[in-house]
């Protein structure tokens, strides 16, 4: 699949994504290119998302080794996944232990995995404690899910936790 991006504000950019099936999965791999960078340029970001799941993330035990384990009800509130009211609860992969996320449905048994194969957790020194940044240095991902109409599962880059931590109390 390919396609062309315009924004009357930014230069455009193509993607390419080249889809491989396996044995009860498939593989994805992005390619972006930007035709010309301006100085309207300021950062770029991708994403890839299964959407709709479900409708509640309660019908669900989660697994993201190292944060998130069943519905997580032992975590205090201000922790990644620790108030399923939140409507981003993403996870840095360098976080994690594997980098991926499961989700097994309670009543049926079903399982889907979103994962990275290929893991970059390069970043530098501090990075974590700065204001929103844009840096060519910081190459990890975040895995988790998103509630919006339903719950969606999906990887973004350059990865984000928002405003979540596992081990510091809320701002």
């Not at 960078?37 to 035990?61: E, G, Q």
């Amino acid at each position: 699949m390919h396609g062309r991006h315009q924004h009357p504000r930014w230069d455009p950019f193509r993607f390419e994504d080249m889809y491989t099936a396996g044995k009860g999965s498939f593989t994805l791999s992005r390619r972006v290119t930007i035709g010309h960078p301006s100085a309207n340029d300021k950062a770029f970001s991708t994403r890839f998302t299964l959407h709709r799941v479900s409708r509640d993330l309660d019908a669900y035990d989660m697994l993201a080794p190292g944060v998130w384990y069943g519905r997580n009800e032992h975590v205090p509130k201000h922790a990644i996944a620790g108030d399923y009211s939140d409507r981003f609860i993403f996870m840095r992969e360098d976080r994690l232990t594997s980098p991926f996320v499961m989700a097994q449905d309670r009543e049926t048994g079903i399982s889907l995995c979103v994962g990275d194969a290929s893991p970059d957790a390069r970043t530098f020194s501090g990075e974590d404690l700065l204001p929103r940044l844009v840096d060519e240095r910081m190459q990890f991902g975040s895995l988790g899910v998103e509630r919006t109409d339903g719950v969606s599962m999906g990887f973004l880059f350059p990865g984000s936790e928002g405003r979540r931590r596992t081990s510091r109390a809320a701002a």
